[in-house]
């Protein structure tokens, strides 16, 4: 998918989120805006599934340094800390350290920041419902030159990224006084890799927008979680004990099958001879569904008299009841219920109705009613003498 949207959150939950919602195919602008605070991030949740997105985090909050490490091991990662202890002026136990990819010879960049921040900036995500990519330092989504050192000017702030991966910033109005120094401090050409005239904000950092470059920032504690494997992770036990209960439960089926299949032949046997007593001198071809057939005849034969007696007894009910009009009429022999569609003038008519067909002594149940067209339509259930 070419369309992207990124999302600057600030160090505060007071400070306003810029937003954009950028094009890379056109190279343009689809959408953007500001919201006041990370409480208002929910704006934008169904936005951020439809599309790739991806939070940024200003420069100035996040320390990028390098770490020379033996080899790629996780052990060798979490020794990052205390080979760095030196240079941060903060207890470690409070910063959170995040790698990028090797850049040579076992050099590695490095990311830190303080844990302060990533609580706010997770929980504000989660809070909101925006499904991330990564988490990145605005500067480092700057693609590596490895001969020159890259610079975007912004609007509040210029972005700097070196050809070895760290990233830098500093206020747009006193860039030019550092861009030299660096320049000459460095000895590296600095190229400007987007025109911010044109492309204002968030825009102008969207076009030359390289995530695969960055160091994203959801490692360790704060990595993002997959859904599928956390559901499946949390149902494991609960699955094998299920397994288990499904064999125990299949065995003792087999079991009993085992054991009914034992009697079949007498329980055949003792069909055959309860047919014979109860259809003497019939052909026996299947004595189950003969006995079935028999018993349903004898039940159609019975039917016409229940009904009848059900009629004549709600009879008096519809002579008694003007305005009712019969539009259908279903009669369950089983259950002895006579179902009717009715249609009556107004809603008093039909609870008139009701109450005299209970007079009579059937049960009889409204089921729905609606009016419609100045009509009231009805469906009625009717019982026998209770």
Known sequence: MSERLLLKLGTSAEQPVQWLHWDDAQQQVVDQGQLGSLSELNQLSALAVRVPCY???SNAAVLTTQAQLPNDSRAAREAIPYQLEEQLGEDIEHLHFATGKALQAGRYPVAVVAKTLMDLWQQSLVQAGIPIRALLVDAQTIAVDAERIQA??????????????RSFS????????WLTLVEDQLGLPIVSVADSDSNPGLASLAGCFAPDSAI?????HYQLKDPLKQLLRA???PALLLGLILGLEIGQLLWQQQQLSQHKQQLDQQINTLFSKTLPGSRRVNPQAQFNTELQQLSQRSQGSDFLRLLQQALPAFRGSSGIKIEDMIYQAQ????????EASNHATLEGF???????????????????????????SIKGEQ
């Open 216 to 220: 994203d920032l959801l490692q360790g």
């Open 354 to 380: 009701v109450d005299q067909l209970q007079q009579q002594g059937l049960a009889a149940q409204l089921l729905r009613s609606r009016q419609q067209n100045g009509q009231v339509s009805a469906q009625l």
């Open 170 to 177: 500093f206020p747009s109005d006193q860039s030019d006084t």
């Open 235 to 237: 149902w494991k036990l």
């Open 335 to 342: 259950t002895q219920t006579l179902t009717l569609e009715l």
């Open 55 to 57: 939070a940024l985090v």
């Open 152 to 165: 975007l000017r912004l609007q509040d702030q210029t972005l700097v990224r070196h050809p070895d991966g």
